[in-house]
């Protein structure tokens, strides 16, 4: 029996010990009470505390996890050390009704550093509890004033005013909110098919519109390219038949030349006055292959015809003599009677040739 005085001794001296010497690790900190009443925070390192009057103050945590089947759960607890980090408060999502009434489910998280941990003790008795019914009523009041759709794409806006109603709140509990984000928005099975159908009724219209579209720019290309064309032929057409005209006009002025000076030349070779008859009777002479070419047996000529034989055979007396020169023989000139050129019978005559 004589040990257990001393066990009991032992035992006292450990309790004291372990009451009044406190290891603050880094980024915590305790709330110390001297008989009830708040005297100081403890920072990190080595803390003496008064056995029986001072005693470090606990705070109420909470931890969203979960578990190897999958399914979440929160634990609850206290602890004495405040952690100065950034925390992260998950909760289950929650049903929350929009401005169409529409049921979803939306999952949020928060994020959040303990500024002052002197308020984060006494201000609020629960304070993980406390942030997370804050989030919960900020965001059914948020959501409540907006339409599904709108609540669909406005994650930024959501999460900035959940953000400033929070931080709004909370500011007296010595709490500083960093960000706040909603994990997932789900609405109903039925309201999710709809949407779906919805979905890949707009992405048909707009393979629709977009295929209208290409279709409509293929034909105004097309129609622009026929019409480019066209006007490419046109003017093709247009500089080629300039370019035929002026080398007609040039061949045509060229022959004109030519003629000029053939025609000077034979005035040159015939005697004066004599030019006009040659002309007249090469013409006469090109024209009678055209007039006896017919299928008629009878053949007209102008009265004159006789005298324009007798000057064609002056012009070729001429031209002997021209191109024979002194001794050249003279030409007789041989002229029809009359009426055997006017035609092979003078029973076809019309009135008034003849005699």
């Known amino acids: 029996m004589t040990w257990i005085v001393p066990l009991v001794i032992l035992m006292i001296v450990l309790f004291i010990g372990t009451n009044s010497f406190k290891v603050i690790g880094q980024a915590e900190v305790m709330v110390i009470e001297r008989l009830g009443r708040f005297n100081r925070i403890a920072r990190s390192g080595f803390n003496v505390l008064i056995p029986f009057i001072e005693r470090p103050r606990t705070i109420d945590v909470r931890f969203f996890g979960q578990d190897v089947s999958g399914v979440k759960k929160v634990t609850a607890g206290s602890t004495s050390r405040i952690d100065l980090r950034e925390q992260v408060l998950n909760f289950p999502s929650q049903p929350v009704i929009t401005k169409d009434n529409v049921t979803i489910d939306i999952d949020a998280v928060m994020y959040y550093r303990v500024a002052d941990p002197q308020k984060a003790t006494y201000s609020v008795q629960n304070l993980p509890f406390a942030l997370e019914t804050l989030t919960r009523t900020a965001l059914r009041n948020i959501v409540g004033e907006m339409e599904l759709d709108t609540t669909l794409t406005s994650r930024d806006e959501i999460n900035k005013r959940m953000r400033e109603t929070i ?20 609405p109903p099975r039925d309201i999710q098919q709809s949407m779906e159908l919805q979905m890949r ?13 290409a279709t409509k720019r293929a034909q105004i290309l097309e129609a622009e390219g026929s019409r480019e064309s066209q006007i490419q032929k046109a003017q093709g057409e247009r500089e080629a038949s300039i370019l035929r005209a002026t080398g007609l006009a040039e061949a045509r002025l060229a022959m004109a030349t030519a003629e000029a000076e053939a025609i000077g030349r034979i005035a040159a070779a015939l005697p004066e006055g004599q030019v006009a008859m040659y002309l007249l009777g090469q013409k006469y002479l090109e024209m009678l292959p055209a007039l006896s070419a017919g299928k008629g047996s009878t053949v007209f000529l102008p009265a004159e015809a006789a005298g324009m034989m007798g000057a064609l055979g002056g012009i070729k007396e001429l031209l002997a003599r021209t191109s024979g020169g002194s001794n050249a023989e003279p030409v007789k000139q041989s002229v029809p009677p009359r009426q055997s050129l006017l035609a092979r019978n003078p029973g076809d005559l019309p009135p008034g040739f003849g005699g």
């Open 201 to 213: 009724a707009e992405r048909e219209r707009r393979a629709s519109v977009t295929n209208a579209e």
């Open 167 to 186: 931080e709004e709140a909370s500011i007296g509990w010595g709490v500083d909110v960093t960000r706040v984000e909603l994990q997932s928005i789900e």
